[in-house]
């Protein structure tokens, strides 16, 4: 199985601020199978990135990924308040689905 | 934008089971290969299995074999997780989610169903 370890476990910003989330897994992963989703509070999670850099429906251009092989990145250009809550790194190979432990983003 | 329906929250005892639904509004159902997905308290997000709908092939995390069963109901266009022998440790909400034709990541999410296990 796969494990996906996701960093840092908190990350504290002030609006307009970049962030940089980093998931590394333990095996060798397909980017095509690689994508981020995003919760807030109270919400179920939401997809983001899929393919390791193509946003989901909806998503603004100030998210982007990247990445290959064992180490990929989420980056948000901008913080906005709305981006608040835990992001999670998540792979799909052999049937198998994992996520990683999430990254929680606050908001100063 | 397709919306998975599922069902309300439940309360169980210790070595019971429970049952999931999850009805998606729109699109075709047999294109959606349905993951579940529980996350406890506080804690992060952990993938329990999914069935592709059209054929009916499950596939289960390790962790949960042979306590969990997801099915698809064609009939119904509903797809179901049981989960048996259930623990304190299975207090979590369940996510129901849907990976589109073609597609490998989960792009749609039901609402949550909170599970709580309590003697």
């Known amino acids: 199985e796969i494990v996906l370890t996701q960093s840092p476990g908190t990350l504290s910003l002030s609006p307009g601020e970049r962030a940089t989330l980093s998931c590394r897994a333990s095996?060798?992963?397909?980017?095509?199978?690689f994508a981020w989703y995003h919760q807030r509070p109270g919400q179920a999670p939401r997809l983001l990135l899929y393919?390791?850099?193509k946003r989901a429906t909806g998503i603004p251009d100030r998210f982007s990924g990247s990445g290959s092989g064992t180490d990929f990145t989420l980056t948000i250009s901008r913080v906005e308040p709305e981006d608040l809550g835990v992001y999670y790194c998540?792979?799909?190979?052999?049937?198998?689905?994992?996520f990683g432990q999430g990254t929680k983003v606050e908001i100063k | 934008q397709v919306q998975l329906v599922q069902s309300g929250a439940e309360m169980k005892k210790p070595g019971s089971s429970v049952t999931v639904s999850c009805k998606p509004s729109?699109?075709?159902?047999?294109?959606?290969?349905f993951a579940w997905v529980r996350q406890a308290p506080g804690q992060g997000l952990e993938w329990m299995g999914r069935?592709?709908?059209?054929?009916?092939?499950?596939t289960y995390a390790q962790k949960f074999q042979g306590r969990v069963t997801i099915t698809a109901d064609k009939s119904t266009s509903t797809a179901y997780m049981d989960l048996e022998r259930l623990t304190s440790d299975d207090t979590a909400t369940y996510y129901c989610?849907?990976?589109?034709?073609?597609?490998?990541?989960?792009?749609?999410w039901g609402q949550g169903t909170l599970v709580t296990v309590s003697s």
């Open positions: 989610a849907a990976a589109g034709a073609n597609s490998d990541s989960l792009d749609f």
């Open positions: 729109g699109g075709s159902f047999d294109s959606y290969t």
């Open positions: 069935i592709i709908a059209i054929v009916g092939i499950t």
């Open positions: 095996q060798r992963v397909t980017s095509a199978y």
């Open positions: 393919g390791t850099s």
């Open positions: 998540q792979q799909y190979v052999a049937s198998l689905w994992t």
